[in-house]
């Protein structure tokens, strides 16, 4: 399988699990839209996976519907096409639920869902017209399974198990399929703010969150990798047939299991 002159376009894609993501899209042959709220760091990140034009990055605040239009919008004027969303963009913040606040947990839905709703929408007409697409939404283990302090994340992460079964049922006659990958920890940036924030909430020291919360249900102890995550989502996009879609695929060193 390959992504031979495809177009991927991928959201939160300027450091981390978009990142590795979007190399690995280039590296199959794809043509790859580095969509990110850091329109600078976008653009820097786009040169250095393929200083050759094959990758571009483009503003987008995925909360922001006119700059979820207009991020699609400059991505077919200068490819033609969209054949592939990976709805990345995410944040974290972490608090027992009677101590959230309104205004973070609408934000943490925002990016998470409308996010994801707002780049779908966008992007679907382009895939329909085509007769192929592959949407890929970046889920989480919490997309199956709770964890104290996260209740906006976890609800949001659940959400976009149900938004791809209904993506994959529409865009079925048109060749459209969807998708969630659900990652356990991957040691990114946002992660590794979650390991102070949860040892001052959980009062237990950083070695613990790490051993005893964040990798405790793993069978090996090991964090997944960027890597490991940009692999399903290469499987996910490369994928030929409507065999594979409608579904969620845990990668977490057995964290979660099926």
């Given at each position: 399988m390959d992504l031979n002159d495809q177009v991927a376009i991928v959201t939160g894609a300027a450091s981390g699990i978009g990142k590795a993501i979007a190399t690995r899209f280039v590296k199959a042959g794809?043509?790859?839209?580095?969509?990110?709220?850091?329109?600078?760091?976008?653009?820097?990140?786009?040169?250095?996976?393929?200083?050759?034009?094959?990758s571009m990055g483009v503003a987008m605040n995925v909360t922001d519907e006119d700059?979820?239009?207009?991020?699609?919008?400059?991505?077919?004027?200068?490819y033609g096409r969209v054949d592939v969303l990976v709805s990345n963009a995410g944040i974290q913040i972490v608090h027992p639920l009677e101590e959230f606040t309104y205004a973070d947990w609408k934000k943490l839905m925002a990016i998470h869902v409308d996010g994801a709703f707002l780049t779908t929408r966008a992007c679907l007409p382009h895939m329909y017209r085509a007769g192929r697409g592959s949407v890929i939404y970046m889920g989480s283990?919490?997309?199956?399974?709770a964890s104290v302090l996260k209740a906006p994340y976890v609800t949001a992460k659940h959400g976009l198990i149900g938004l791809a079964k209904v993506v994959a049922k529409e865009g079925a006659a048109h060749g459209v399929r969807a998708n969630v990958i659900c990652p356990g920890f991957v040691r990114t940036p946002l992660v590794e703010k979650q390991i102070p924030e949860q040892a001052k909430a959980l009062g237990i020291s950083?070695?613990?969150?790490?051993?005893?919360?964040?990798?405790?249900?793993?069978?090996?102890?090991?964090?997944?990798?960027?890597?490991?995550?940009?692999?399903?989502?290469?499987?996910?996009?490369a994928f030929p047939t409507n065999?594979?879609?409608?579904?969620?695929?845990?990668?977490?060193?057995?964290?979660?299991?099926?």
């Open positions: 794809a043509r790859v839209v580095i969509a990110d709220l850091d329109s600078d760091a976008a653009s820097a990140t786009a040169r250095a996976i393929d200083p050759t034009g094959r700059a979820v239009n207009a991020g699609v919008a400059a991505t077919v004027s200068k283990v919490h997309s199956k399974e950083e070695a613990d969150v790490i051993k005893n919360v964040m990798l405790k249900e793993t069978v090996d102890g090991e964090f997944t990798t960027v890597e490991d995550v940009a692999e399903v989502a290469f499987t996910f996009a065999a594979l879609t409608g579904q969620s695929l845990v990668v977490s060193h057995g964290w979660f299991m099926q």
